[in-house]
């Protein structure tokens, strides 16, 4: 099984690692494509394009003036641990060990709106750029239409080598998803879905779904999972297979109280 994940809007380059396996993003040429179209852009033409506040954008301006390859441990950082929202806090990677970390970047990919399609492991330099921005480029008027069918054809390589146990289980949000054509994607999708019971009825929570994923895909890593079957038994902040509401593209995993 393959596993994509969403990136985190929140970056952590300031907590200290140790030594650590590093390797380079698959999609470099085209950031810097974007990079170039982004660095065109004052503050203020930032800011409104992203929707963010002016602080965000003049420091987003400088990340963008200063990237530049080579990444090296000394500018950059690798992928899984420098994210730092609520997918990533659930996930808790830079409490994986080594071998673990290897496993992860055989088994999971981080959809990324300027990186493209991310290893946990590859050296990334600070940005944002959320999937969804609609920033003008030679491709089209989006970063959908700049990754065209690129991310699917890459996962598809990578889904072809697991033979029989090729699943993609989508662990991103909805913004991210949409980078895929879900129609040409070589292997049945599998959803794994977070309820909390409120207001009398079963519902997702952002907020709640967002870690549990993360939770999730922690647990995936620790028990090296291979098929959909070994997903059910997560049991973790309180929530537990309902298999009642699951079906061949879904997992439903719900809990009575937060």
């Avoid at 060990?97 to 088994?107: S, T, Y």
């Avoid at 050296?123 to 089209?140: K, P, S, V, W």
């Amino acid at each position: 099984m393959i596993f994509v994940l969403s990136p985190a809007k929140a970056l952590d380059f300031e907590t200290p690692l140790p030594a650590c396996a590093h390797t380079q993003p698959d999609f470099l040429a085209e950031a810097a494509e974007l990079v170039a179209c982004l660095r065109d852009k004052t503050p203020a033409e930032l800011a409104a394009l992203m929707s963010i506040s002016d602080r965000l954008a003049v420091l987003n301006a400088a990340r963008f003036e200063q990237w530049q390859p080579p990444f090296t441990p000394a500018n950059a950082r690798q992928a899984m641990l420098a994210f730092d929202g609520d997918v990533y806090d659930g996930l808790d990677a830079r409490s994986l060990d080594a071998e673990a970390l290897d496993w992860a970047q055989a088994h999971v990919r981080i959809l990324s709106g300027l990186y493209g399609l991310l290893r946990p492991l590859d050296l990334i330099q600070a940005y944002r750029l959320e999937m969804g921005t609609r920033l003008a480029n030679a491709r089209g008027k989006t970063l959908y239409a700049f990754w065209g069918n690129r991310l699917t054809r890459a996962l598809n390589a990578l889904l072809a080598a697991e033979g029989k146990k090729r699943v993609l289980v989508n662990l991103a949000s909805q913004e991210y998803f949409q980078a895929l054509v879900a129609k040409e994607i070589a292997a049945p999708v599998l959803t794994p879905v977070f309820e909390d019971w409120k207001d009398g009825r079963w519902r997702v929570l952002s907020f709640y779904a967002k870690r549990a994923r993360g939770l999730m895909m922690r647990y995936a890593i620790e028990c090296r999972a291979q098929t959909p079957a070994d997903l059910v038994g997560f049991e973790r902040a309180g929530y537990a297979f309902a298999a009642e509401a699951s079906d061949e593209h879904r997992l439903v995993f719900r809990r009575r109280a937060a």
